[in-house]
């Protein structure tokens, strides 16, 4: 098992930033990924922004350039650095890790929303 906690969301404004942190325990050493996910209301969940434990790093399109994830292994924490936010990145924004014997976890989410 696995227990991811988020924390970081907030309300900015157009071109603001936040800094979104997933703190992981349990069966960490089977995590071979860790990922950032957002659901906007009356959308699917979408996958902003995930990084293996060899450091590959993936961002949807749409975030490129704006979004950062890195993780800190010492602190089995994951980060989301996200800059010039726009009024579409208002989400519920979620932490996922997949392990290595097929399993799945997810945070309970941290709201960010971006005023314009």
């Known amino acids: 098992q696995v227990h991811l906690v988020e924390s970081g969301g907030g309300l900015v404004h157009t071109g603001g930033s936040l800094r979104l942190s997933c703190a992981a325990s349990?069966?960490?050493?089977?995590?071979?990924?860790m990922g950032w996910y957002r659901q906007a209301p009356g959308k699917l969940r979408e996958l902003a922004a995930s990084?293996?434990?060899?450091?590959?790093?993936n961002y949807a399109d749409s975030v490129k350039g704006r979004f950062t994830i890195s993780r800190d292994n010492a602190k089995n924490t994951v980060y989301l650095q996200v800059d010039s936010l726009k009024p579409e990145d208002t989400a519920l924004y979620y932490c996922?890790?997949?392990?290595?014997?097929?399993?799945?976890?997810w945070g309970q989410g941290t709201q960010v929303t971006v005023s314009s």
């Open positions: 996922n890790a997949a392990t290595t014997y097929g399993g799945n976890y």
């Open positions: 349990g069966s960490i050493l089977s995590i071979y990924r």
């Open positions: 990084i293996t434990t060899g450091g590959t790093t």
